[in-house]
């Protein structure tokens, strides 16, 4: 029987609340995940569908904070034993200002970040800064990059590379067909591509996707379709243990 595949577990920071979202982490992890992807919530989410951004909206609602956020990926830091990545957009990055915020990341337990309205070549320094907080800055990459940029994201040398199969939003269905695992080789044959670890998804949500795209990346990013469970109510982290599971093709827990 083949390994499990490796599963990047998105969710949102205090959706629907502080409480139920630490749920939400340790049942993430019980199912097995390989990474958490901590969302903090911003009200203009460009690269997010339906889904994340009624979370997105909740959580704020909800009385959701950069601070909160912090004492939130702090919490899941100590209660979980899963590489942490700390998901958000540029504005709450240069709100904050960029080394605090990393200064912040670092200490609250992330192991990354991830801001994908941040390229490399456009970062205010995110790049140059995380090293100095022992912080693994993701550059996020998309099959519509010119190679010019593209090449010049390679020569980064980073560790980890966030490359969605599509362009557009989160959400919605996506076929692992040729284009997409295309643009997957293109990535790989950078300059340092091919010893970077790359998470992959935009659309994921069956085991059938993850079994066809997990040979081709180091873990499949699954999004929405988590945040879908939680919005569903009554026992989330058990209902999202289950999903990871599932989607990972991890054998059920004896006894479970």
């Not at 996020?140 to 939003?169: D, K, N, W």
Request: glycine content about 10%; aromatic content about 8%; charged content about 20%.
């Amino acid at each position: 029987m083949s390994a499990p595949a490796r599963i990047m577990a998105h969710m949102v920071a205090w959706y629907p609340d502080r409480g139920t979202s630490l749920q939400v982490a340790r049942g993430l992890a019980d199912g097995g995940c390989a990474y958490i992807e901590l969302q903090f919530p911003f009200s203009d989410p460009t690269a997010d569908g339906p889904d994340i951004q009624r979370a997105c909206s909740a959580a704020l609602e909800a009385g959701f904070t950069v601070d909160a956020g912090f004492e939130c990926a702090a919490s899941i830091s100590r209660s979980v034993k899963v590489p942490l990545f700390i998901m958000s957009y540029a504005n709450l990055v240069f709100t904050r200002g960029t080394d605090r915020f990393l200064a912040d990341a670092s200490a609250c337990g992330a192991r990354g970040v991830i801001v994908p309205d941040l390229p490399p070549d456009y970062d205010e320094g995110l790049f140059s800064s995380a090293a100095k907080y022992g912080l693994a800055a993701v550059p996020v990459l998309s099959p519509s990059m010119r190679e010019g940029r593209l090449s010049r994201v390679g020569i980064l040398g980073a560790e980890y590379l966030y490359v969605t199969l599509r362009t557009g939003t989160t959400g919605s269905f996506t076929e692992i067909d040729s284009p997409g695992l295309e643009f997957l080789s293109r990535v790989a044959s950078l300059d340092h591509g091919s010893r970077a670890k790359v998470f992959g998804g935009f659309g994921v949500s069956t085991r059938e996707q993850v079994k066809a795209f997990s040979p081709h990346v180091h873990a499949v990013v699954v999004g929405s379709a988590l945040v879908r469970l939680v919005a569903a109510g009554g026992d989330v982290a058990s209902a999202v243990r289950e999903m990871v599971r599932q989607l990972s093709g991890a054998e059920q827990a004896p006894g479970a």
